[in-house]
């Protein structure tokens, strides 16, 4: 279902920008910085991961914070292409990452639901169809014409995880969403998202810093610091494994 063979990601963290008018100007007519050395500031986020997903597991990443986990989730949801390496996906994805950020703040909560959906792929009859459905779910009938700009993160969080879960995809890619709105649309994110699981054949793939909701979800783990993977297998092992090297 996913595979990713000897996948490399490298960035270049521009820390020294020197590339505007002014600094363009100045270099021009200054010796010192004609002959400044440029820094070389790449950074590999990924360094040669091997990772390979068989269609309906439930997949959990864990690491701290700058390992690597949402890069590795944009390769395989396609938002980045590696540096080095290739990946395989088979099967229609639904990215479950950073949301709310296709919605355009100037336009109406009806707007931006036709709008992220025509992003996902759908078609504005298949909205039209799941359009109560997904108002009923985000529970943002009394907003549904006031501009997304005016709403706050968490009711732009829940009407994205209400246009995004309308569909049960092939495969699932999740970056910390559980914990989106109030408690009570939390419960309701946390069921829709083991419904979702639950159902035949879907690949979930899950970035979480959350130990209890990794084990509650998923049947396999993979631990990566620094950008590379350190353990992949059982949840129980491979959290246990993490957690013991916090300490």
Known sequence: MIELENVSMKFNLEIEKDNTLKTIFIRMFSPKKRKKKKVNNDFWALKNVNLKINRGDVIGIIGPNGAGKS???KIIAGVYKPTIGSV????????????GAGFDGELTARENIYLNGAILGYSRD?????????????????FIDVPVKNFSSGMVAKLAFSVSTIVNPEVLIVDEILSVGDLRFQKKSEEKMMSMINSKGTTVVYVSHSMDSIKKICSKVVWIDHGEIKAFGNTKDVCKKYVDSQK
């Not at 395989?88 to 949301?99: F, H, R």
């Not at 298949?126 to 009394?142: N, Y």
């Open 126 to 142: 298949f909205i039209d169809k799941k359009f109560d459905e997904i108002v009923e779910f985000s529970e943002l009938e009394d």
């Open 88 to 99: 395989t996906v088979n099967g229609k994805i639904s990215p479950m990452i950073e949301l």
């Open 71 to 73: 890069t590795l989730l």
